[in-house]
């Protein structure tokens, strides 16, 4: 059952996206674990883990070894092994009060999540619940409170579920039994299918841009992109220049704004008068502002930053806006407790510099549009998105290099877009130099969605948004509440277990 638990939320996500399934798995999880001893219950709750994450994550198998996967899936394996000695922990209070249990099962699944993405080194949210619905009704939710709403949600649901399929009601299973059962199992149904009411969007500001998000593919695949660093350079300057050719033909709308990707110019611009030429080239031609997603050397020795740069048509750089990744990802563009990180795999040597971290929300004023730019897996991060909304953001944007991962990856993060427009109001876009690229609307639905390893130019008019969603005025509190209620639930059912003895099965 553990091992099913595990598939079924791994099946809810993307590339495959059978989004009814998460409920199910928490279902699954919930029934396995409860009665147990704790250590039965964490055992379960890793199994579980395992069978989620490792096929999940396996994208970072593809250039790097099987050691990264390997470390990383039973990582966040063990944070679900807590999941699962907690709902052990907590299984007298769920049969004491049958009805509790939907709420019990989201909270504690808000809790595991709020630690996962913070600990350690920051957290890795990748596999929350709430990133697995983006088709679903539920979505929705997000609007009102954000990512950990919708994982309260889609747990609860399956709180319902188990609540009602867990042994009959009262004696053997009669007609009474059989309708509570039918009950519960809609509400679960319910639940979820409410998000379809939750209005979405934000008032705008009565204007709408032309946004062009250039694709320039790479040579190959793999982590010697970086070696192949003037080639995508020249990828991107030419998908640029072709786009202004058909402007300048009247085959194509000119766009306000050209948004390249991460590691569109991973040669330093800044340093290099031939980088710094080529862009500019490209945005004198296309006679608008680019994001450029670039490498920068320093400030110290052994140190880089990534960054979006604002490059103008006719001026170069603007360096006032500027952002500079705030969220580096540990392992793979810095490396933590380095000489201990060697004596597991000298692997880490790969990451010859270590990225220093912005200090400055994402928040870049284009000039047609204030843009909340975000780096790759930072929109992960509730707080990082959510800081350049309240700083004045009308469109959202990622910039991604997926060329060292697979389509999946790039799915998945999609997925991660679709539900900060939702959360936020903001009609927001991916950019990757290889794929998955694309438009999202504030309602979640993606547009011209790129296909993967190839070459694409896509434009679309957008509507700029300036009011604020009730998630984004009330921030991190809803994940504080239900985080606290989680441990409100696990101390009032620690102390219920010190007064009776615990009943397996």
Same mark, same amino acid.
């Given at each position: 059952?553990?091992?099913?638990?595990?598939?079924?939320?791994?099946?809810?996500?993307?590339? +495959?996206?059978?989004?009814?399934?998460?409920? %199910?798995?928490?279902?699954?999880?919930?029934?396995?674990?409860?009665?147990? $001893? @704790?250590?039965?219950?964490?055992?379960?709750?890793?199994?579980?883990?395992?069978?989620?994450?490792?096929?999940?994550?396996?994208?970072?198998?593809?250039?790097?070894?099987?050691?990264?996967?390997?470390?990383?899936?039973?990582?966040?394996?063990?944070?679900?092994?807590?999941?699962?000695?907690?709902?052990?922990?907590?299984?007298?209070?769920?049969? /004491?009060? $049958?009805?509790?249990?939907?709420?019990?099962?989201?909270?504690?699944?808000?809790?595991?999540?709020?630690? /996962?993405?913070?600990?350690?080194?920051?957290?890795?949210?990748?596999?929350?619940?709430?990133?697995? *619905?983006?088709?679903?009704?539920?979505?929705?939710?997000? =609007?009102?409170?954000?990512?950990?709403?919708?994982?309260?949600?889609?747990?609860?649901?399956?709180?319902?579920?188990?609540?009602?399929?867990?042994?009959?009601?009262?004696?053997?299973?009669? %007609?009474?039994?059989?309708?509570?059962?039918?009950?519960?199992?809609?509400?679960?149904?319910?639940?979820?299918?409410?998000?379809?009411?939750?209005?979405?969007?934000?008032?705008?500001?009565? /204007?709408?841009?032309? @946004?062009?998000?250039?694709?320039?593919?790479?040579?190959?695949?793999?982590?010697?992109?970086? =070696?192949?660093?003037?080639?995508?350079?020249?990828?991107?300057?030419?998908?640029?220049?072709?786009?202004?050719?058909?402007?300048?033909?009247? !085959?194509?709308?000119?766009?306000?704004?050209?948004?390249?990707?991460?590691?569109?110019?991973?040669?330093?611009?800044?340093?290099?008068?031939?980088?710094?030429?080529?862009?500019?080239?490209?945005?004198? =031609?296309?006679?608008?502002?680019?994001?450029?997603?670039?490498?920068?050397?320093?400030?110290?020795?052994?140190?880089?930053?990534?960054?979006?740069?604002?490059?103008?048509?006719?001026?170069?750089?603007?360096?006032?806006?500027?952002?500079?990744?705030?969220?580096?990802?540990?392992?793979?563009?810095?490396?933590?407790?380095?000489?201990?990180?060697?004596?597991?795999?000298?692997?880490?040597? $790969?990451?010859?510099?270590?990225?220093?971290?912005? !200090?400055?929300?994402?928040?870049?004023?284009?000039?047609?549009?204030?843009?909340?730019?975000?780096?790759?897996?930072?929109?992960? +991060?509730?707080?990082?998105?959510?800081?350049? @909304?309240?700083?004045?953001? *009308?469109?959202?944007?990622?910039?991604?290099?997926?060329?060292?991962?697979?389509?999946?990856?790039?799915?998945?993060?999609?997925?991660?877009? $679709?539900?900060?427009?939702?959360?936020?109001?903001?009609?927001?876009?991916?950019?990757?130099? %290889?794929?998955?690229?694309?438009?999202?609307?504030?309602?979640?639905?993606?547009?011209?969605?790129?296909?993967?390893?190839?070459?694409?130019?896509?434009?679309? *008019?957008?509507?700029?948004?300036?009011?604020?969603? %009730?998630?984004?005025?009330?921030?991190?509190?809803?994940?504080?509440?239900?985080?606290?209620?989680?441990?409100?639930?696990?101390? =009032?059912?620690?102390?219920?277990?010190?007064? /009776?003895?615990?009943?397996?099965?």
């Amino acid at each position: 059952m553990a091992v099913a638990a595990g598939l079924a939320l791994l099946v809810a996500f993307p590339p +495959y996206g059978v989004w009814p399934l998460a409920p %199910v798995g928490v279902a699954l999880l919930a029934a396995a674990a409860h009665g147990r $001893r @704790v250590r039965a219950g964490a055992g379960l709750g890793f199994l579980a883990g395992v069978a989620l994450f490792a096929p999940l994550l396996e994208w970072t198998n593809l250039h790097t070894g099987a050691l990264p996967w390997v470390l990383l899936s039973l990582s966040q394996a063990a944070f679900v092994a807590g999941l699962g000695a907690v709902t052990a922990v907590v299984s007298p209070l769920v049969r /004491r009060w $049958r009805w509790a249990w939907p709420a019990v099962t989201g909270v504690l699944w808000v809790g595991q999540e709020a630690l /996962r993405c913070r600990v350690p080194f920051g957290g890795f949210p990748w596999g929350r619940l709430a990133f697995s *619905q983006g088709d679903s009704p539920a979505l929705r939710w997000a =609007a009102l409170g954000g990512a950990p709403l919708v994982t309260f949600v889609v747990a609860a649901a399956g709180g319902l579920l188990v609540a009602a399929l867990w042994r009959p009601w009262r004696g053997p299973r009669g %007609v009474a039994g059989r309708w509570v059962a039918v009950v519960a199992t809609a509400g679960a149904v319910a639940v979820v299918a409410l998000g379809a009411l939750v209005p979405v969007g934000v008032a705008g500001s009565g /204007r709408a841009v032309t @946004v062009a998000v250039v694709q320039g593919n790479v040579p190959r695949l793999g982590l010697d992109f970086n =070696a192949q660093r003037q080639a995508v350079l020249n990828n991107h300057v030419q998908a640029t220049l072709d786009l202004a050719a058909r402007v300048d033909a009247g !085959q194509q709308a000119r766009p306000d704004l050209v948004v390249w990707p991460e590691n569109a110019s991973d040669i330093d611009p800044l340093r290099s008068e031939a980088a710094g030429r080529r862009i500019t080239a490209a945005a004198d =031609a296309v006679r608008a502002p680019i994001l450029v997603g670039a490498v920068l050397v320093g400030p110290g020795e052994g140190q880089s930053r990534n960054a979006g740069i604002l490059w103008r048509p006719g001026s170069g750089p603007d360096l006032g806006q500027m952002y500079t990744k705030r969220h580096p990802v540990p392992f793979a563009e810095y490396v933590p407790l380095r000489d201990v990180a060697r004596a597991v795999s000298k692997e880490v040597d $790969r990451v010859r510099s270590d990225m220093v971290p912005g !200090q400055r929300p994402g928040v870049v004023d284009a000039g047609p549009a204030v843009l909340g730019d975000v780096i790759c897996f930072e929109v992960a +991060y509730d707080g990082l998105v959510r800081d350049t @909304v309240t700083g004045g953001a *009308q469109l959202l944007v990622v910039q991604t290099n997926n060329a060292t991962f697979d389509v999946a990856e790039a799915r998945q993060q999609l997925a991660m877009v $679709r539900l900060r427009a939702v959360e936020h109001g903001r009609a927001s876009l991916m950019a990757s130099t %290889v794929g998955v690229s694309g438009f999202v609307g504030a309602d979640g639905r993606v547009s011209d969605a790129t296909g993967f390893n190839t070459r694409a130019v896509v434009v679309r *008019q957008v509507s700029l948004g300036d009011g604020r969603t %009730v998630a984004t005025r009330v921030g991190v509190w809803p994940e504080v509440a239900l985080a606290a209620a989680a441990v409100a639930v696990l101390v =009032a059912a620690v102390a219920l277990r010190r007064r /009776r003895p615990v009943v397996t099965g």
